[in-house]
């Protein structure tokens, strides 16, 4: 009885020190810097984000004289809520919540030592204010020239079982920011912005929940402005077919007289230079 009782005792000192321990890891990587009733804003350790973001974006150097055109760009980001086509696409961030985003990001530019900034807001559910809620969260990374916004969090609804505090709401778990394949997000500037795609990744994954403000580096050509839906993304055959697929195909177009046979052996000829 006395050795199972001291072995329940080790168990509970090593779990708490556990906890306490990943507590502590995981505030020293992210630290609330201001908040409100609504928004919170936290500074992210760059060990943090370097190792969550798209591995192109993880490269570029912070610098947070850009953090100002933060809210111009949050008011050209429309979310569309359901999945139906005729609905409405609306402004992802409220308008009453953009003055207190612009008071920090000009506050930020003083800041001699560049970060990057999770924001975290959430809006109350109209039928249950209390204990409902819609939850946004992004990471901001500004840079020389411009701004990256990546999402992690869209409009997410979270019910708790009794009045939520600061403290329920404002919790936040990093995870690795992956492409969405869900047209949620709508960009109204045509000029300086596009979604995320990454020319590395096979099949150029498109992000879209990663927004990129005025770095042409990074800018797909052609932008994008929306996820794209299936019936708009033509491939043209020469990316995605096979040179032995090319050759059968060419077979067939001699055989049916579409090409001439000289045409045919000058195309097989480059076709077996690609293989």
Not at 6 to 22: D, E, P
Not at 43 to 64: A, C, D, G, R
Not at 86 to 115: C, H, M, R
Request: with cysteine; aromatic share 12%; net charge negative.
């Amino acid at each position: 009885m006395n050795s199972l009782t001291a072995s329940s005792k080790i168990s509970f000192v090593l779990i708490l020190v556990f906890f306490i321990f990943g507590c502590s890891s995981f505030t020293h990587k992210i630290k609330l810097v201001d908040s409100s009733a609504s928004l919170a804003f936290f500074e992210v350790e760059e060990e943090e984000w370097k190792s969550i973001f798209p591995k192109e974006i993880s490269k570029l150097t912070t610098n947070s004289k850009n953090f100002t055109q933060l809210t111009n760009v949050l008011k050209s980001i429309q979310y569309k809520r359901g999945v139906l086509a005729y609905e409405d696409w609306e402004v992802l961030v409220p308008d009453t919540y953009l003055p207190e985003i612009q008071k920090f990001s000009e506050k930020i530019t003083t800041n001699p030592e560049p970060k990057v900034y999770l924001c975290i807001f959430k809006v109350d559910d109209i039928l249950s204010p209390n204990v409902k809620i819609l939850k946004t969260s992004f990471y901001i990374l500004s840079t020389d020239e411009g701004l990256v916004i990546l999402f992690h969090e869209m409009n997410t609804n979270i019910s708790f079982q009794t009045q939520y505090s600061f403290e329920d709401w404002v919790i936040f778990h990093p995870s690795e920011i992956k492409p969405i394949y869900r047209p949620e997000l709508w960009l109204r500037d045509k000029q300086n912005t596009s979604l995320y795609k990454d020319k590395v990744a096979a099949k150029n994954a498109i992000y879209g929940n990663v927004v990129i403000f005025n770095l042409p580096e990074l800018i797909p050509n052609p932008p994008l402005f929306r996820y794209p839906k299936e019936d708009e993304m033509v491939v043209p055959t020469e990316q995605w077919k096979s040179v032995p697929e090319k050759l059968k195909a060419l077979e067939e177009m001699r055989k049916n007289h579409l090409i001439t046979d000289e045409e045919y052996n000058r195309k097989k000829t480059e076709l077996l230079k690609e293989f």
